[in-house]
């Protein structure tokens, strides 16, 4: 466990509701992983990730999927890709990315709270 932080750092990282429109191979990445275009609704609009998640994921199975994003850090370059957001997950036993999801149908871009 990290160190304890007041509730308003938290408040400064915009975690957002998006859903994959469009995922690909990302051979150029160093270690195995997608591009992901997401769509956070009108207010965010369409960003570009790269994720880490081969092992547990293929393409269409995160086409049409929700997943977590943090849509407030700056855009950071992966190799050819410029990733916009930081779409977020839990390691597995073995250290594999496992997405964070919902079990409901949520607006696009809603925020975490």
């Known amino acids: 466990m990290t160190g304890q932080i007041a509730f ?3 408040l400064k990282v915009d975690i957002r509701i998006g859903q994959v429109i469009k995922a690909e191979p990302f051979p150029e990445a ?3 992983a997608f591009k992901l275009l997401i769509d ?3 207010e965010i ?3 570009k990730s790269s994720a ?3 092992k ?3 393409i ?3 086409e049409g999927r929700k997943v977590a994003a943090v849509v407030n850090f700056p855009p950071r370059q992966i190799g050819p890709v410029m990733s916009e957001v930081l779409t977020l997950g839990f390691p597995d036993a073995d250290g594999e990315v496992v997405l964070v999801g919902v079990d409901r149908d949520l607006p696009l871009g ?3 709270f």
Do not use: A, E, N, S
Request: proline residues 8%; without cysteine; aromatic residues 12%.
């Open 8 to 10: 308003d750092d938290f």
């Open 30 to 32: 160093r270690k195995p």
């Open 40 to 42: 956070f609704g009108p």
């Open 45 to 47: 609009g369409v960003k």
């Open 52 to 54: 880490q998640i081969t």
């Open 56 to 58: 547990h994921y293929t």
């Open 60 to 62: 269409d199975q995160l």
């Open 110 to 112: 809603g925020r975490l």
